[in-house]
């Protein structure tokens, strides 16, 4: 397949590679070369631009549908008041079925299709979602939530059933595309042999494995209670939770240094969800310090902490709220650019998953088509200022195409 | 005509007011009452809610093709690098009347029913912009901007020119939806005399004043450096601008004890506009504050210094930045809620219209119905979660009908 068009892309994070009417060759779904001239057919969308699809690090299914509840508490009353109550319900497998499918619906229209998502505990529910996923053909890793404490008695689960339950359900999936990812909730739900257990299953399957860490002072107070670690991350690093295998640890507000070490491992990645940060009272994380220090960091949209499965708001909201941090925080800490935030969208995350998220040479063809018709009008506007105003004022109707390994799907 | 739905609205800022499944009596425009029963004929929307129209009280029309331009300059640089020059094309009738036109129907699509707008200096494209408003039935003002120094050659007046041109702008707009207000850019454009000058002209009018205060501290300075009064909030308080007719001031994010006073009148609004005082690296000005203290206190969605026209994503960000306001500036200020962010956006700005923002007796009834169904699917769930979950995770295709003094638009 050839397709002309306009390929914007973030090789590097600190600028924008812009091909202006190119022709892209893409052979097995993995990008070959991006030409200058073409003899061959091809399909021509020069009249819009192409970018890498976005990749959602961090996003919660069974609270789809508690997007805009609850945000006059932070994270720990709010879990408690809002969130369990509703994950609860998705022991119902036919409730998971009706519900999970609007959620995969919604990021797939969003333009997340490399996604690495939370479940609940419940895992034949865990495993709908899958399905649903596998039927819509974007790439994706589900998480079969543990919780074995501090957790309210209608959603946790014994440690024999936590891990037999994990067990089976890294059994059941096997496929290439949507597969399992180990997910203890956080430290504050999962006693420590279960963690322990649960690292023994990652590094024997070689899965990867996602948590959260340091989002909220009262739960990181809570966690250096419960546990005798030197400090949060090191709570999941002295278990092997931390870089062993592919590691995402969402939002990564309260770090020390000894734990920020820590986060400078290429296995491991950090889910930026600022919307989430915000709603939920919970603080700014020093993003532009981590990237400085080459950490990982991909962008999640986290739901129901997020407000909604919008990557594009997201992605604004990371630079938004990186200003507020230069100004209150750290006046010497600099803004991201808008190139940084779009390549967090897109490569930053997309390295969790491979070649993923550019459009380099041997990449996925994992694709949105963007008319921004109705943001440029008839103007002859260069193509890094329609990028621009594109990830400021645009919504999911500008994506008019969604393609993964070259197939349109949606 | 009577209205069967669930009305949402607050006459207090401190909840929302949910009148479920009750029918509403519009006369001439205005609302009569909501009542229980109803024994004549009525249009049923019992699936749906409405809500008032959102009232925007600042933008720029001739920024809309700027939209999400130039973030990587704080407010001076980016009005000389991006900002006049979009402005002087509107020098050109043709253009002022095609791009105009594109403002108005994205202004009226996300549901900003009453508005206050910046146009440029330039006053025959100003009354394009009054007609096109016109044409829509939306209530608006429509201010001719001042610009005498401080600004490039191509987007400047003679002191006789904008006083005459704002006068004859003043003479030609004698419509009742759609009027003129008086719009000094701010300080750093304007000389004294024009400023008082301005001043007469609202005074003898009777005519509103906008203009903008305290957004950007190098904006502060050089307003120092220009005038002698005490503050800058006393440079237009000194030449009558500041609340002896209708006043709104966008921002005002730096203000000290004594400008705080000049806001207390109940003449004077400020335009509270959160994305763009992140996109341009403003600061957060301290909302709750000032809406405790009483101050009138509207929403403005600032294009292009606010990335889109969307007010539900300005509500969103008035309460998210709130709560990094609470953290990081001051841990005695709350953060502000929902309902508050809520009638900041209807009633609050909407003071400054008359009875505009409410569904209570004698008010207008500028309306939008609300199809939720994409949030609250089959669902059973209460109008205060429906309220909520429709502000964080909707956008303008939520909003199915659009009502002016009881009259569908749109």
Redesign the interface.
């Known amino acids: 397949m050839i397709i002309k068009s306009n390929f914007i892309f973030t090789k590097d994070k600190d600028e924008f590679t812009i091909e202006e009417n190119k022709y892209i060759t893409v052979e097995d779904g993995k990008i070959k070369e991006i030409k200058d001239d073409c003899d061959k057919e091809y399909i021509d969308y020069s009249d819009k631009f192409m970018i890498p699809s976005f990749v959602n690090l961090h996003t919660h299914a069974p609270q789809f549908?508690n997007?805009?509840?609850g945000?006059?508490y932070e994270l720990l009353p709010w879990l408690n008041k809002y969130t369990f109550v509703t994950e609860s319900k998705y022991k119902d497998i036919e409730f998971a079925r009706?519900?999970h499918e609007?959620f995969v619906d919604d990021l797939i229209r969003n333009g997340s299709l490399n996604s690495v998502i939370f479940g609940t505990i419940h895992r034949k529910s865990d495993n709908i979602l899958i399905d649903l996923l596998k039927k819509r053909k974007v790439f994706s890793y589900v998480g079969k939530v543990n919780m074995t404490m501090n957790s309210p008695e209608y959603l946790v689960e014994s440690k024999k059933e936590s891990i037999d339950e994990t067990i089976k359900f890294v059994e059941e999936n096997k496929d290439e595309r949507v597969k399992p990812i180990i997910t203890p909730r956080f430290a504050i739900s999962v006693d420590s042999d279960t963690l322990k257990k649960l690292s023994d299953i990652a590094i024997e399957n070689n899965l990867p494995i996602q948590s959260h860490l340091d989002e909220n002072l009262d739960e990181v107070k809570t966690v250096s209670e419960l546990f005798e670690d030197d400090n949060y991350a090191s709570v999941y690093y002295n278990r092997n939770l931390l870089g062993k295998t592919k590691t995402i640890m969402a939002h990564c507000i309260y770090m020390n240094d000894k734990e920020i070490k820590l986060m400078q491992n290429p296995n491991v990645f950090i889910a930026h969800c600022p919307?989430s940060n915000?709603?939920l009272?919970s603080?700014?994380a020093p993003i532009k310090k981590y990237l400085d220090l080459g950490i990982n960091v991909g962008l999640g949209t986290d739901v129901s902490g997020g407000?909604?499965e919008s990557m594009l708001?997201e992605i604004?909201?990371s630079?938004?709220?990186s200003?507020?941090y230069?100004?209150?925080?750290d006046k010497n800490t600099k803004?991201i650019?808008?190139s940084e935030a779009f390549y967090m969208a897109t490569k930053g995350g997309g390295k969790f998953f491979g070649k993923v998220g550019s459009f380099e040479k041997g990449y996925d063809f994992n694709a949105l088509l963007i008319d921004d018709k109705n943001?440029v009008?008839d103007?002859n506007i260069d193509l890094l200022?329609r990028i621009?105003?594109?990830?400021?004022?645009a919504?999911d109707r500008n994506i008019v195409k969604r393609f993964v390994l070259g197939e349109e799907i949606y």
């Not at 230069?326 to 925080?329: D, G, M, R, T």
């Not at 621009?388 to 004022?393: D, E, P, Q």
């Open positions: 549908l997007r805009g509840l945000y006059d009706k519900y609007k919307r915000m709603n009272k603080g700014i407000n909604n708001e604004r909201a630079i938004q709220v200003k507020l230069s100004i209150y925080v803004p650019k808008s943001i009008f103007r200022d621009n105003a594109f990830i400021y004022s919504d």
